[in-house]
């Protein structure tokens, strides 16, 4: 296992097991390693007291100070070119693997992997020690390299990921305090990522969460969040505008790969989500 660090990074990479792992508390200084595993996630904190801003897929990202934000290998990010620092971890599955280990940090389709909208959040001030100390804890355990290197990493990772967590979570809770309820906006989240390619109507997402369609369509009500339907379709469309921001495909390729039997439909939803056609957004763009 190789390891790296500088005054404000660190990370390893094993070339036996393909593991990643990286921790900066400068991004933009080091983003050149803190990106260079293609299939990361990734942790972004701003412990800054002014605000950062970035581009990420088709729009433009701002974290607020003491606030976070994630992503993942499906995000395209441009950083800007100043001096702004951002603290970063970042990790593939390899390392390890948040969708195998779900039910021990519970963090899909809050963190990682929902449909929702971008996970930005600001940390509230009685977290914010806790986190601090944890930041702590990573740049220490980099100095103290020993045999339970790679497991003290991933018991570090896991408690800020746990933390992480509860934060989102108690976003949905101060409107709809119900833990089963939230449990089932998660999975949905996370379910609609695994297949809104094949599953596109409420009844697919209702069946697979043992509830009946106007019960999930009630939940979504209560806690303020965007219909489920609505929630499909604004996932089918993102992925649509990256594979025309990204890629060379045409519309009948995107529409085909998305599902769609004809063309007509997704450029009809594409218009009715983003007020353009995918050939105006397009050209928007170029």
């Given at each position: 296992m190789k390891a790296s660090q500088s005054p404000k990074s660190y990370g390893l990479n094993d070339p036996l097991t393909g593991a990643f792992f990286h921790?900066?508390?400068?991004?933009?200084?080091?983003?050149?390693?803190?990106?260079?595993?293609?299939?990361?996630?990734?942790?972004?904190?701003?412990?800054?007291?002014?605000?950062?801003?970035?581009?990420?897929?088709?729009?433009?990202?701002?974290?607020?100070?003491?606030?976070?934000?994630?992503?993942?290998?499906?995000?395209?990010?441009?950083?800007?070119?100043?001096?702004?620092?951002?603290?970063?971890?970042?990790?593939?599955?390899?390392?390890?693997?948040?969708?195998?280990?779900?039910?021990?940090?519970?963090?899909?389709?809050?963190?990682?992997?929902?449909?929702?909208?971008?996970?930005?959040?600001?940390?509230?001030?009685?977290?914010?020690?806790?986190?601090e100390k944890l930041c702590d804890l990573f740049i220490q355990e980099f100095k103290e390299v020993d045999p339970v290197h790679n497991e003290m990493l991933v018991t570090l990772l896991k408690l800020l990921i746990i933390r992480l967590t509860r934060i989102g979570k108690s976003k949905i809770r101060r409107v709809q305090g119900d833990h089963q309820n939230i449990e089932i906006i998660r999975k949905f989240n996370f379910l609609v990522e695994l297949n809104f390619r094949k599953k596109k109507q409420i009844s697919d997402y209702a069946f697979l969460l043992n509830v009946s369609p106007k019960k999930l369509s009630e939940i979504f009500r209560n806690a303020k969040l965007d219909p489920p339907l609505v929630t499909i379709h604004k996932r089918i469309i993102l992925e649509a505008k990256r594979m025309l921001l990204f890629s060379f495909k045409s519309i009948n390729e995107i529409s085909d790969e998305l599902g769609f039997e004809d063309p007509s439909q997704l450029s009809k939803l594409f218009k009715k989500i983003t007020k353009k056609t995918p050939s105006q957004f397009k050209l928007m763009k170029d």
């Open positions: 921790f900066t508390e400068d991004l933009n200084a080091d983003q050149k390693l803190a990106f260079s595993m293609p299939l990361a996630n990734h942790i972004l904190w701003n412990r800054s007291h002014q605000k950062y801003t970035f581009f990420c897929d088709d729009q433009t990202v701002v974290i607020q100070p003491n606030s976070f934000c994630t992503l993942t290998a499906l995000n395209f990010v441009k950083l800007p070119e100043d001096n702004n620092k951002l603290t970063a971890i970042s990790f593939n599955q390899e390392f390890y693997c948040i969708r195998d280990h779900d039910h021990e940090v519970s963090c899909n389709g809050i963190l990682f992997y929902g449909a929702q909208n971008f996970p930005l959040l600001p940390i509230p001030s009685e977290d914010q020690p806790g986190l």
